[in-house]
């Protein structure tokens, strides 16, 4: 039985600055998939004028991308009758 080492030599050293870039390419991923496969965060987003390639920045991110709540997910819920809440990605 081959042992997996839970230390990445790669990732236990990265910079923190690349450690930042790593995390941001990351949540743009998230982003992205989120708004094509999730169809109350694409609603959230388009109510909102907004398209994950606006977010350009983590300041962005925070301006830009609406909350979202637990009340607003019943609601979408009732509304569309998805049992997910239309979150399922």
């Known amino acids: 039985m081959v042992e997996k080492s839970m230390w990445n030599p790669r990732m236990e050293k990265i910079s923190r600055e690349e ?14 998939h989120a708004y094509v496969n999730a169809k109350f965060i694409h609603e ?15 300041d962005d991110f925070s301006k830009k ?3 979202m709540n637990k009340e607003m997910l019943r609601k979408y819920r009732n509304k569309t009758e998805d049992p997910f809440g239309g979150i399922l990605a």
């Open 19 to 32: 450690l930042k870039e790593l995390q941001w390419k990351r949540l743009q991923h998230q982003l992205n």
């Open 65 to 67: 991308v609406p909350i």
């Open 44 to 58: 959230k987003f388009d109510e909102a004028n907004l398209k994950p390639s606006d977010v350009k920045s983590l």
